[in-house]
């Protein structure tokens, strides 16, 4: 009997799969609709799943949430008054995606438009033209290899990758 395996015989997964649900390409600005930065992108959105949310989750926890032990050591740091920080648990699902470009917010409709990625995505990446197929990402699956966490304050200059995990191959 193998520990390593499933009951069904397949090698666990660090993360699940990821399916393909389309393009997405667009822009914010800082303070408007909600959004956090002035940027344009263009992705390959993917669809969420039950046991990617409890991962995120899990995550989330490890950057946001303030253990006892953690706030004590941090007081210990502080001069003065200790800044107090709420946890907050998320509330929306997060999309994960396959970023393809980012641009400033200038070059969105003139240079960064959804036919300028469909025709770079037919011409140059013909393994994601299916994504372009229909709404449900033409079948296209990613499988996870690793994760980043960004730094992404600022502008897009100023990012930073502040850590990246490769995961290990299966099997």
């Known amino acids: 009997d193998d520990d390593d395996d499933d009951d069904d015989g397949e090698d666990k997964k660090m993360w699940p799969d990821l399916a393909a649900t389309g393009i997405i390409v667009g822009a914010e600005f800082d303070g408007v609709n909600g959004g956090t930065m002035d940027m344009a992108w263009a992705e390959v959105s993917l669809a ?20 006892a032990a953690s706030a004590e050591v941090a007081s210990s740091f502080s001069s003065g ?31 960064l438009s959804r036919s300028s990625i469909e025709k770079f995505m037919k011409e140059k990446c013909p393994t994601l033209e ?16 690793g994760i980043s966490l960004w730094k992404t304050a600022g502008t897009m200059n100023d990012w930073k990758c502040l850590d990246r995990h490769e995961f290990s191959p299966a099997g």
């Open 81 to 111: 008054e200790e800044k107090k920080e709420e946890y907050v648990p998320r509330s929306n699902p997060w999309v994960p995606h396959l970023s393809l470009c980012y641009d400033n917010p200038e070059g969105f409709g003139p240079n």
């Open 130 to 145: 299916n994504v372009l197929d229909d709404s449900d990402g033409g079948d296209v699956k990613f499988t996870v290899s």
């Open 48 to 67: 969420t799943s039950p046991e990617h949310e409890t991962l995120i989750d899990a995550l989330y926890d490890i950057f946001y949430h303030r253990s």
